[in-house]
Nanobody, 118 residues
Framework: QVLLVESGGGLVQAGGSLRLSCAAS????????MGWFRQAPGKERELVIG????????SYVDSVKGRFTISRDNAKNMVYLQMNSLKFEDTAVYYC???????????WGQGTQVTVSS
């Protein structure tokens, strides 16, 4: 079992920045793939950005390209989401998620609200 706890959400003006953090416990963190999902009202949850267990590989949706960055610190069991140039449409609940090296994301945090005012 993996416990994930997000922090760092809040209200920010369009064009601003936020940094989300996710603390993981319960498993060998360095063996897990990590990702950030988001879910806006009335929309399905989507994978925004992910990072491999080693941190050497990342992937993201086109809508956040050049604005969002994911990073991890395996020594601290932490993963981060740096969000810059935020847009109104980035408003959503953001979830930290973990997966084994192969397979679907199966561990989830409780979510943190990010609200971008236009």
């Amino acid at each position: 079992q993996v416990l994930l706890v997000e922090s760092g959400g809040g209200l920010v003006q369009a064009g601003g920045s936020l940094r989300l953090s996710c603390a993981a416990s319960g498993r060998t963190f360095s063996s897990l793939r990590m990702g950030w999902f988001r879910q806006a009202p009335g929309k399905e949850r989507e994978l925004v950005i992910g990072i491999s267990w080693s941190g050497r590989s990342t992937s993201y949706v086109d809508s956040v390209k050049g604005r969002f960055t994911i990073s991890r610190d395996n020594a601290k069991n932490m993963v981060y989401l740096q969000m810059n140039s935020l847009k109104f449409e980035d408003t959503a609940v953001y979830y930290c998620a973990a997966a084994e090296r192969v397979g679907p994301y199966e561990y989830w945090g409780q979510g943190t609200q990010v609200t971008v005012s236009s």
